[in-house]
């Protein structure tokens, strides 16, 4: 299991993120043939914590949630859906507790002839089975 996952999973259950993308919420890069608007997610880090114990079983990670649209104003409509579905939302997901914390940059950017924009959102994810 990954950070990934639990990602895809709390924005899944996001209805008004699903409103927008529907079930088009898939693992970076995608498929290619999956029109915008979309919503990717990539594993930028992972690190365990570990004290005088032993590891902490509660790793953090680092995501990317990348927010695919037509236009500039539909990607960052995406990524304000995004950021109120996730920021400080913590949960249930998958069978796995997890929190989210808003981190890292937030980047806009767009194809060379302007037909897809995109707004990449970290996101700092604490997670560890549930139960």
């Excluded at 990954?2 to 699903?18: C, E, F, K, P």
């Excluded at 990539?42 to 949630?65: C, F, H, I, K, Q």
Aim: with cysteine; aromatic share 8%; charged share 20%.
């Amino acid at each position: 299991m990954s950070a990934i996952v639990i990602t895809i999973a709390a924005l899944a259950g996001a209805a008004n993120v699903a409103a927008i993308v529907g079930d088009r919420v898939e693992i970076e890069p995608g498929t290619p043939s999956t029109p915008p608007p979309r919503i990717t997610v990539a594993l930028v880090d992972e690190e365990e914590t570990y004290t005088l114990s032993g590891a902490g079983n509660y790793p953090t990670s680092r995501v990317s949630v990348i927010c695919v649209a037509l236009s500039a104003a539909d990607a960052h409509r995406l990524a304000a859906e995004v950021k109120a579905a996730l920021n400080d939302c913590d949960g249930e997901f998958s069978g796995f507790y997890a929190t989210f914390r808003k981190a890292g940059t937030e980047y806009a950017d767009w194809s060379d002839d302007q037909t897809t924009h995109r707004v990449i959102v970290d996101y700092l994810v604490d997670w560890k089975p549930a139960g």
